[in-house]
Nanobody, 123 residues
Framework: QVQLVESGGEVVQAGGSLRLSCAAS????????MGWFRQAPEKAREFVAF????????WYADSVKGRFTISRDNAKNTMYLQMNSLKPEDTAVYYC????????????????WGQGTQVTVSS
């Protein structure tokens, strides 16, 4: 098992930027492909971004492509999500997770989840 802790969420104005972090412990972080998901009130959890275990492959949801950047520092056991040009519709709880198998955009393809961090974008 790997434990994940997200941080960095806060209230920001539209057009602003935030960087989320996901700190991992318990197992060798570099063995895991990872993903970010988000869940807005009364909506299903949705895929945001995916990164390979070495960080040389990334994939984004269309809704965030060109605005968000996923990255990782395996030496620090941490993954990041740089979010620029934030919009009110980006408001959600953001979760990081370890990929297991299946389609990377599906929630059920991930095994370990953090507790989430709240991002609120005001208009």
């Amino acid at each position: 098992q790997v434990q994940l802790v997200e941080s960095g969420g806060e209230v920001v104005q539209a057009g602003g930027s935030l960087r989320l972090s996901c700190a991992a412990s318990g197992r060798t972080f570099s063995n895991y492909r990872m993903g970010w998901f988000r869940q807005a009130p009364e909506k299903a959890r949705e895929f945001v971004a995916f990164i390979s275990n070495r960080g040389d492959g990334t994939w984004y949801a269309d809704s965030v492509k060109g605005r968000f950047t996923i990255s990782r520092d395996n030496a620090k056991n941490t993954m990041y999500l740089q979010m620029n040009s934030l919009k009110p519709e980006d408001t959600a709880v953001y979760y990081c997770a370890t990929y297991s198998s299946g389609a990377a955009y599906k929630r059920e393809s991930y095994l370990n989840w953090g507790q989430g961090t709240q991002v609120t974008v005001s208009s």
